[in-house]
């Protein structure tokens, strides 16, 4: 069985939307990005940061970029969430993007893992790092 991008389904793997060999479009919302890649949250929206505007609330460094797939597995496979490739890293939070634009700041990774239902109206995971701004004053010579 052969996904349309080419790449092989896992052994036991369906994917979730493949019906009549034709699958929905997946609407992306357009995220505001900064040029560092910096944003914060407010009204459970994102929004950029600029390198000229000083904010004390927390921000956050977008480190990895996860899309969200449906698939059936064998019973015996284990379930849950399941990582492509590298996991993130345990420094970073998830960022869940739904559909809408919506986004939502998890505390850890192990909170989206016994609770993976909420990956179910997200269409992105986003790893971010929590920073904040600080200024810093060099010594002239």
């Known amino acids: 069985m052969r996904r349309k991008d080419g790449a092989k389904a896992k052994d036991g793997q369906l994917s979730f939307l493949e019906k009549d060999q034709k699958e929905e479009p997946v609407v992306e919302t357009e995220q505001p990005?900064?040029?560092?890649?910096?944003?914060?949250v407010e009204n459970g929206r994102m929004e950029p940061?600029?390198?000229?505007?000083?904010?004390?609330?927390t921000m956050y460094r977008t480190v990895d970029s996860f899309s969200v797939d449906c698939r059936l597995v064998k019973p015996e496979e284990p379930g849950g969430m399941v990582f492509e490739g590298k996991k993130p890293s345990k420094k970073t939070v998830p960022v869940l993007i739904g559909?809408?634009?919506?986004?939502?700041?998890?505390?850890?990774?192990?909170?989206?893992?016994?609770?993976?239902s909420r990956l179910s109206n997200a269409i992105e995971v986003l790893g971010a790092m929590p920073v904040k701004q600080v200024f810093v004053l060099k010594r002239k010579p």
């Open 33 to 40: 990005t900064s040029e560092n890649g910096v944003f914060i």
């Open 99 to 116: 559909r809408e634009g919506e986004c939502v700041i998890l505390n850890s990774w192990e909170e989206l893992e016994t609770e993976p």
């Open 49 to 57: 940061v600029s390198a000229d505007c000083f904010i004390t609330s």
